[in-house]
């Protein structure tokens, strides 16, 4: 077995490369072998050292496995970066790719940072409920001041290689960064000078130390929930004290985050959405279908987002419409959303032309005979999906992809109708699609195994978390979803306010959503959404019960589509809602009409018949095999919802909360408002699991 880490020689300089596929990252095995390296090379007779590493970056940061561990120390890792830094020899670091954390703070730790000029550097700790534990809250200040080191630690972004520089982090640029670190190391044995450390340096910004640490404790306390802009803050004040002080200080600071429930639930999403890749099932040695070209069916807001999220990542892409006019209006959202973009700083006008470049639009579907993957993205009614697949398993190539764009609507009975269904799968795009990150991948029963494997591996390079979902109303996220609006509208027919509800959800305290579901309904559209559970109802696909979202199938009725008329659940001022007492006596005339009596709602049992029902749903929808996993329910909610990644979801949540609480809950429910229609039956699994005490996070079909 190959050694991770491995000493060879340059002439008098030695050249420690770590190689740990596929980003290098510091596992155990790793940070013993980097100490045995350099323990040879500091008792050896070499002059320098350049730490390198092969591959495709720098190490990109620590084995995360590794804080899951009681017994995981980061005091070793420490130990030897600070051997590095204390050495009398020099010590370079050759850095490229991505150098993220923990990889970070060893090149810190070295005396020079010799980088390409494409690599990206940054401590994105926080974004798992950290902060850096390797010295990075105190090295970093020192190198470049505590307000880049303020923003770069409570950001977590990267920051680019010439930025770097001229904030001091790196000393110099270079294509062949191994080669000019090894010719910086012999530069700086023949000066005679002693090797630049930085833990030995003056804090160049310390006299606006008390500026920049108020405005981190005030970021703190305005966000509670977040626990690590407190030690962030803690950290910094510490580092302009003494690099002693700052290094007890971090230490505390990353254990007692370790162990938080937020760091916890962020660590969970960052494997789940790892996870979420691995389709269970696939053929060992399967290989994607290649995709070169794209065609887009229907150039709306939704087919112009896709459009535009192709092209961003540098696909050509034809877009189809059934009129120039229709064309014309929607090449010309594209192009508004492209020019936002340049004024908002987002790109530049060069890549903005670059990217419009690559898009040509059509009133010719036959334009599309040559393309490898064809999106439709037309209106979501089922007849005219229908037509629009017909057209398209007529014009399309042999093995090209044909994805149906849809939020609810049954893929197979689409795919069907193509005749070529082993070629076809539904793609349910999030709006706006060029920002919106999750994309749930819907493999129809006669989806080829390489046609799914093909979207799933497409969805890296265009920027998208995905999340493969089996065949069924709403897919996992929107029936979720619906059992949640449900809910939202049966207790404003109880005499509970739209404003009262969304108050709950949008309190960290209780959820922390952005927005509530009647705000979040007046967005997306009453219209939408009434559409929908007409579609269904009268499919007799959903509940049949008369008062099912009476709510807004009523304020359909009165043309109340939410903010686009100014008026829904809320009334609106500009974009502002106001309570709407004409909704609140609507609710009223409901709830006489179905025979519903009023009740008390507490914060409490709104918080609860929100998210418990979703829970038992998403546990009907892992039973019946809808999703692979629960960590692939809590990626779609966290990814395409707005729930707080530092909840980790909502089955993560549960778990917090307890599963046989939440059984206990809805029996609670089932009994006090009745269980006529089936809302609080719970489902098998989530008994079993109160039962027998397992998490549901950790929960996999046997």
Not at 130 to 157: C, D, F, H, N, V
Not at 217 to 229: C, T, W, Y
Not at 640 to 665: K, N, Q
Request: hydrophobic fraction near 45%.
């Amino acid at each position: 077995m190959t050694e991770p880490v491995t000493l060879t020689f340059d002439g008098p300089i030695a050249v420690m490369t770590i190689d740990n596929p596929p980003v290098n990252a510091l596992s155990q095995a790793v940070i013993d072998g980097m100490r045995t390296c350099f323990h040879a090379f500091a008792a050896g007779e070499a002059t320098g050292l350049v730490i390198a590493c092969t591959g495709r970056t720098f190490v990109a940061g620590a084995d995360i496995t590794m804080f899951d561990d009681p017994s995981f120390s980061a005091a070793p890792f420490n130990a030897l970066l600070a051997d590095i830094e204390a050495c009398d020899k020099p010590v370079a670091a050759a850095l490229f790719g991505t150098v993220l954390g923990g990889g970070l703070e060893l090149a810190m730790a070295c005396h020079i940072r010799i980088a390409h000029p494409a690599t990206r550097v940054g401590l994105p700790e926080i974004n798992l409920g950290l902060l850096p534990g390797s010295l990075g809250t105190q090295r970093l200040p020192r190198l470049s001041g505590l307000a880049t080191a303020l923003e770069m630690i409570s950001s977590g972004k990267p920051i680019a290689a010439e930025k770097a520089v001229g904030a001091g982090l790196v000393d110099h640029l270079a294509d062949d960064p191994k080669e000019a670190a090894i010719h910086a190391v012999a530069d700086a044995i023949n000066s005679g000078k002693p090797p630049r450390r930085a833990s030995r340096l003056a804090i160049p910004d310390l006299d606006q130390a008390d500026e920049i640490i108020a405005g981190a404790k005030a970021a703190a306390d305005a966000k509670p929930f977040l626990p690590s802009l407190g030690a962030i803050a803690a950290s910094l004040e510490a580092a302009t004290k003494s690099f002693a002080e700052g290094e007890r200080v971090e230490a505390a600071e990353f254990e007692k985050l370790r162990a938080t429930a937020t760091s916890r639930a962020l660590r969970h999403i960052f494997f789940a959405e790892r996870e979420a890749q691995r389709v269970p099932g696939l053929p060992k040695g399967i290989e994607p279908r290649p995709i070169k070209t794209v065609g887009i069916v229907g150039v709306g807001t939704m087919g112009g987002g896709i459009g535009m999220t192709f092209a961003n990542a540098g696909f050509p892409v034809t877009l189809v419409e059934t009129t120039d006019a229709a064309l014309e209006r929607g090449l010309g959202i594209i192009e508004k959303n492209y020019a936002g973009s340049v004024s908002r700083g987002r790109m530049s006008e060069h890549e903005a032309k670059e990217r419009r470049a690559l898009m040509t639009g059509t009133t010719e579907m036959k334009a599309l005979a040559d393309a490898d993957l064809i999106i439709e993205a037309v209106f979501e009614d089922m007849a005219l999906k229908l037509d629009v697949i017909k057209k398209l398993a007529a014009i399309a190539k042999p093995g090209a992809i044909i994805a149906t764009n849809t939020s609810t609507l049954d893929v197979d009975k689409i795919a069907a109708a193509s005749s070529r269904a082993s070629d076809v799968l539904g793609t349910h795009f999030f709006s706006p699609a060029n920002v919106m990150k999750l994309l749930e991948v819907v493999r129809g029963d006669e989806t080829a195994p390489d046609v799914l494997h093909t979207v799933m591996k497409l969805s890296k390079p265009i920027g998208k978390t995905a999340v493969v979902s089996g065949v069924c109303f709403g897919f996992i996220g929107n029936r979720m979803t619906e059992v949640y609006l449900r809910e939202a509208d049966a207790m404003q027919l109880e005499g509970a306010s739209a404003a009262e509800i969304d108050k709950v959800v949008e309190n960290p305290a209780w959820l922390g959503l952005a927005m509530g579901p009647n705000r979040m309904g007046d967005m997306a559209g009453v219209d939408v959404m009434a559409r929908i559970v007409n579609g269904w109802v009268e499919a007799g696909e959903g509940p049949q019960a008369p008062d099912y979202r009476a709510l807004v199938r009523a304020l359909f009725h009165r043309g109340k589509f939410g903010q686009k008329t100014g008026a829904g659940f809320y009334t609106y001022e500009g974009r502002t809602p106001i309570p709407s007492e004409e909704t609140a006596a609507l609710a009223r005339e409901l709830a006489t009409m179905h025979n519903i009596a009023p009740r008390e709602h507490s914060d409490q049992e709104i918080f609860e018949r929100l998210l418990y029902p979703m829970i038992n749903e998403a546990a009907l929808i892992l039973m019946e095999g809808i999703a692979y996993r629960p960590g692939d329910v809590d990626v779609v909610w966290t990814s395409g919802y707005g729930f707080p990644a530092w909840r980790g979801g909502p089955l993560f949540m549960a778990d917090e909360i307890g599963i046989a609480e939440i059984v206990s809950r809805l029996d609670h429910y089932a009994a006090t408002l009745g269980n006529p229609h089936g809302y609080w039956t719970v489902a098998p699994l989530l008994r079993d699991l109160a039962a027998s005490g397992q998490r549901l996070s950790d929960w996999r079909p046997s």
